[in-house]
């Protein structure tokens, strides 16, 4: 009998009990909305960013409903308007180009690597056309940074503004410096599948105070952005007050005390899911017709989702692996199937905006393969499930005689 993996891949760990306790606290007293305080209260959404500000080192951030909404808020606050163009990562999610239409913007899509990350080279040559985007949404998708010194210098260089899409980068840094602060705007999601959890909600940071100003504003502030405590001084809203539409996407008090003790422990948690990601890669490297994805020294990651690479592999040889695993328990991501299934990350499912082909990003999609690593997942459960892979890859490879060619 082969062993198989019993343990669930979307179940994430409970709400600490200090984070369930500030929530009882909020209901209890019913000031939700984060402007709703009491004669000298500092609410718990004020108080989360001043906390994740501190963390960051930034001087602003404010907290919001969603990460897309985080996006689509940052594009607004670094002017961009509809019909401008905006790059981002052909391999990313779904709220990304999203967030892009949202403001009326048009995605420009660049090719990714076998790291999974944007690639430079494509990005420096589309930044030569004469009517270049001014804008560039990086997605570090699935929690991989590109060679970001590289970026910067190219970014700069072009004078293009930068977004980071830090949904699976919360935790991670670069060469040093924390992934989001490398840009313009950092966005971060407080979503279940992310880094903290309250089921919704994102957080943005910036340095610049006109870009905080104009998205405190825009998120629904009112004139009471001066109970902001991670905000620029109120002369800097002198300006923009009249002119900034209002488009609420404003985080509760309730989600905000469900974030504050997870913040304060995602040192930890990120240590935790680094323990399981090298288990995961220890078990699958040097599996015939897999590439493990290498992680350049200069990142400090995230391990919440692994991913490889059955590269150049045939669609038939791909899904016989997926459907062996899932036999075994272990439930696996594609995303190069002919019909998009559950979440959606490939430029070709976003038709509301044109795509010319993209041959290195075909490539990439028609070999990568997801898989979530939530915190319940012990060691020995890594361990298992890449013992289950690496036979399941093995047999699948074996069956086809030969190296299994794509189609
Ligand atoms: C989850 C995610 C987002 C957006 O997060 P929401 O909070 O769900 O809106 C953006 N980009 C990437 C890569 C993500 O994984």
Redesign the pocket.
Known sequence: MSEIFTGSFTQQEPIPEAAIDAAVAVMRHGRLHRYNVAEGEVGETTLLEEEFAAQMGVPYCLAVS??????ATALRAVGVTPGDSVLTNAF?????PG?IAAVGARPVYVEVTEQLTLDLDDLAQKLRAPDAAKVLML????GHLCDMDRLMEICTAAGVTVIE?C??TMGASWNGTPSGLHGAVG?Y???T??HVNSG???LLVTSDPQIAARAIMMSGSYMLYARHRAAPPPDVFEGIKYHMPNISGRMDNLRAAILRPQLADLDRQVSRWNDRYRRLEQGLRETPGLTVVERPEQEVYVGSSFQFLLLDWSAAGVEQVLERCAQRGVELKWFGGAEPVA?T?RYDSWRYADAPQMPATDRILAGVIDMRVPLTFSLEDCDQIARIIRAEVAAAYQSQGQLPLRD
């Open positions: 969603s990460g897309g909404y985080a996006l990313t999610l779904a709220p990304v967030a997605s570090h998708m699935r899409d949904a699976h966005c999601s407080c979503q599948y992310k919704e909600g994102g979440f990350s």
